[in-house]
């Protein structure tokens, strides 16, 4: 179990961790539209949300969500809560793939919609994914010995998932500047505390944290 448990953390680890890169080729010249979006919404999403080209995360999402997959199917006979988590993976993987084809594919009004809802999307589904890990690893070590822990650990994931929703809006609003790298500090130190709570609880169970 805790090797399935530690595949969770570092796929959780690299989900908290954003830094993206320019590649690619530049995107089709996206013209604003007259009617149904303000322009300054527009704006936002052009220059926050899409950019001039696509962006590649150099610690990849894509391989937290394979890792957090692989150590959920490892735990789903221990707790129902895991098949949640691997229902939603596909979308958000899903969704991580697409969202920077996006401008190739679409204009106007429907790429302004489809980007800004993707990109809000994605970050609703990754704390759903997480919820359902948690809760489902707690699920299986919870005992008297470990309900410290288990209390400090959802605390932990209550403000890392809290941090994460507030750098979707910095994104939306700042875009990826200096402020939203300072706060993206803030998500894995966060994020740190919680998974070192994760582990904590595996001494409520010794002979299960071995296996």
């Known amino acids: 179990m805790k090797k399935s448990i530690l595949l969770i953390a570092l796929g959780i680890l690299l989900l908290a961790v954003d830094i993206r ?17 303000g322009e300054e919404l527009q704006k936002r999403i052009i220059n926050h949300f899409i950019g ?3 962006g590649i995360d150099i610690v990849s ?9 692989i150590g959920a199917v490892l735990l789903a006979a221990k707790s129902r809560k895991m098949y949640f988590a691997l229902i939603f993976i596909p979308v958000a993987v899903y969704l991580y793939v ?6 190739y594919n679409y204009e106007g009004r429907e790429l302004f919609l489809k980007t800004a809802g993707s ?5 609703f589904f990754e704390i759903l994914i997480e919820f359902f890990v948690i809760h489902g ?3 299986i070590t919870d005992c008297i010995q470990n309900k410290w822990q288990n209390n400090e650990l959802l605390l932990g994931w209550i403000a890392a998932m809290f941090s994460k929703g507030i750098l979707a809006g910095i994104n939306f609003f700042y875009g990826r500047g200096i402020l939203y790298y300072a706060y993206s500090i803030v998500l894995i130190g966060l994020t740190l505390f919680y998974l070192s709570r994760l582990f904590a609880t595996l001494k409520g169970k010794p002979a299960e944290a071995d296996t």
């Open 52 to 54: 001039e080209k696509p």
């Open 61 to 69: 999402d894509l391989a937290g969500y394979i890792l957090v997959f």
């Open 21 to 37: 890169i320019p590649a690619g080729e530049a995107y089709p010249e996206i013209h604003e539209v007259e009617e149904g979006l």
């Open 137 to 139: 690893i707690i699920a």
């Open 98 to 103: 697409t969202i920077p084809m996006m401008p």
């Open 119 to 123: 990109n809000f999307m994605i970050v």
